[in-house]
C-alpha cells in the first residue's frame, strides 16, 4: 500500500474543515499555487473520497468573453499577408515553420502557418532580415481577451457598451468617423466613471445596484458582530494568539425578472483604515447559517460571512462588489461607529 501524499493529507484536513469552499479559497489558506490545488482535487474526488469538485460561473458573462475572442480572432485572421520581398532568401537546412512561403529555388513549404494570438501579423510570413524592425502597425496592440493571468478581468460586454454621452465608442466602429475623434488609445475615454448615487451607508443601510446584464439587485447591511470570538469558538473552531473574528450578516434582494446566479457574499470584504482588504474564512457556523449560491427573481436571501484577522486591526468599511475591479458596481458601508 502507498503511503498517502503529506500534501493531499493536508489539504483534505482543510476541505473537511470548511465543508464548502471555493479552491482558490483553499489555495489562499494553505499557501499553495491554485492549479496544484484544482488538480490535487480533481485527482482526489476519483479515488472514492465522499467528495465532489465543481466549478461556477456567470453563464451570460462566460458567453460573453467566448463571443469577444471569436470575434478578435476573425479580425485578427483578416489581415492580408504582406508581398513577398524581392530578392533571393538563404534558408539553412531547409524551410521550417516560421518560413515556409513561396521562394524560387526551395522546397515546398511544410504546412500551413501557425496563428499566434499576439497582434495583427504585420510581417507574418516575410523573412527576417538584420535591419532595424518596421514601425508597428496601428492595431499591433491588440488586448487579450481573456485578460491579465491570474486575473478576473475578462472580456465582458459591460466593458465596451454603452459609451459615455459625449465621449467615442470604445468598439469598433463601422462608416466614416469624423476628424474630431482620432481613435487615442490614451484618451481618457469612459475611464473615470460617475459613480451612482447611494453608493455607500452605514449599518441597516439598503443600498442598490444594476447588473452589467441587467440585474436589479438591493443589498443590506443587517449586522456586524466585531469581535465574535464567541460564535466562531462556539462552533468548534479555534483562533490563534493575536487573531479576532468578525461577523457580517447581509441580505440581498433580486427585483429583477432573472435569476441571480452567483453566491451574495463572493466579493464581500473587510476594508481596515489603512486600506488593507480583509477576504472571508472559509468556515460556517451553525449558529450563523452561510449565503447560498443563486436568488431566484423577487426573493431575498440572506447570510453570514466570517472573517479571521489581526486582533488590533481598525477596520472601516464593509465592501461589497459585483465582480472585482468594477467600481461602478461597488457598495460601502461605514462601520468606524461600532
Given at each position: 500500500?502507498?503511503?498517502?501524499?503529506?500534501?493531499?493529507?493536508?489539504?483534505?484536513?482543510?476541505?473537511?474543515?470548511?465543508?464548502?469552499?471555493?479552491?482558490?479559497?483553499?489555495?489562499?489558506?494553505?499557501?499553495?499555487?491554485?492549479?496544484d490545488v484544482a488538480a490535487r482535487l480533481a485527482v482526489l474526488s476519483t479515488t472514492g473520497l465522499p467528495m465532489v469538485v465543481g466549478v461556477e460561473c456567470d453563464p451570460v458573462g462566460i458567453r460573453n468573453a467566448v463571443a469577444a475572442a471569436n470575434a478578435w480572432t476573425q479580425a485578427s485572421g483578416g489581415y492580408q499577408v504582406p508581398n513577398p520581398p524581392s530578392g533571393g532568401y538563404q534558408v539553412h537546412g531547409g524551410p521550417s515553420g516560421a518560413h515556409s512561403g513561396g521562394h524560387p529555388g526551395q522546397n515546398p513549404p511544410s504546412g500551413p502557418q501557425p496563428f499566434t494570438p499576439a497582434g495583427p501579423?504585420?510581417?507574418?510570413?516575410?523573412?527576417?532580415?538584420?535591419?532595424?524592425?518596421?514601425?508597428?502597425?496601428?492595431?499591433?496592440?491588440?488586448?487579450?481577451?481573456?485578460?491579465?493571468?491570474?486575473?478576473?478581468?475578462?472580456?465582458r460586454g459591460d466593458q465596451q457598451r454603452p459609451p459615455q454621452p459625449g465621449q467615442p465608442a470604445s468598439g469598433p466602429q463601422s462608416g466614416p468617423q469624423p476628424a474630431q475623434q482620432p481613435a487615442n488609445p490614451?484618451?481618457?475615454?469612459?475611464?473615470?466613471?460617475?459613480?451612482?448615487?447611494?453608493?455607500?451607508?452605514?449599518?441597516?443601510?439598503?443600498?442598490?445596484?444594476?447588473?452589467?446584464e441587467g440585474e436589479r439587485i438591493t443589498i443590506q447591511l443587517v449586522e456586524v458582530v466585531d469581535p465574535a470570538d464567541f460564535l466562531f469558538t462556539a462552533a468548534g473552531y479555534q483562533l490563534q494568539e493575536g487573531e479576532r473574528s468578525v461577523v457580517v450578516h447581509t441580505e440581498l434582494t433580486n427585483r429583477s425578472p432573472m435569476p441571480f446566479t452567483?453566491?451574495?457574499?463572493?466579493?464581500?470584504?473587510?476594508?481596515?483604515?489603512?486600506?488593507?482588504?480583509?477576504?472571508?474564512?472559509?468556515?460556517?457556523?451553525?449558529?450563523?447559517?452561510?449565503?447560498?449560491?443563486?436568488?431566484?427573481?423577487?426573493?431575498t436571501a440572506g447570510g453570514h460571512t466570517v472573517y479571521v484577522l489581526p486582533e488590533d486591526t481598525e477596520l472601516s468599511t464593509v465592501r461589497w462588489a459585483m465582480r472585482p475591479g468594477d467600481d461602478q458596481r461597488t457598495l460601502h458601508w461605514d462601520i468606524t461607529d461600532l
Open positions: 500500500m502507498t503511503a498517502p501524499d503529506p500534501v493531499d493529507v493536508r489539504l483534505l484536513t482543510a476541505v473537511a474543515e470548511s465543508g464548502r469552499a471555493a479552491v482558490h479559497e483553499i489555495a489562499s489558506r494553505l499557501g499553495m499555487d491554485v492549479r501579423p504585420a510581417s507574418f510570413g516575410q523573412p527576417q532580415q538584420a535591419r532595424p524592425a518596421p514601425p508597428p502597425a496601428p492595431q499591433q496592440a491588440q488586448p487579450n481577451p481573456w485578460g491579465p493571468p491570474g486575473s478576473a478581468a475578462w472580456a490614451h484618451a481618457p475615454t469612459a475611464k473615470t466613471p460617475v459613480p451612482a448615487a447611494a453608493r455607500t451607508g452605514k449599518v441597516g443601510s439598503k443600498l442598490d445596484v444594476d447588473g452589467p452567483s453566491l451574495p457574499d463572493l466579493y464581500l470584504v473587510l476594508v481596515a483604515e489603512d486600506g488593507s482588504t480583509v477576504g472571508k474564512a472559509p468556515v460556517a457556523l451553525s449558529s450563523r447559517p452561510p449565503h447560498r449560491i443563486g436568488v431566484p427573481p423577487g426573493e
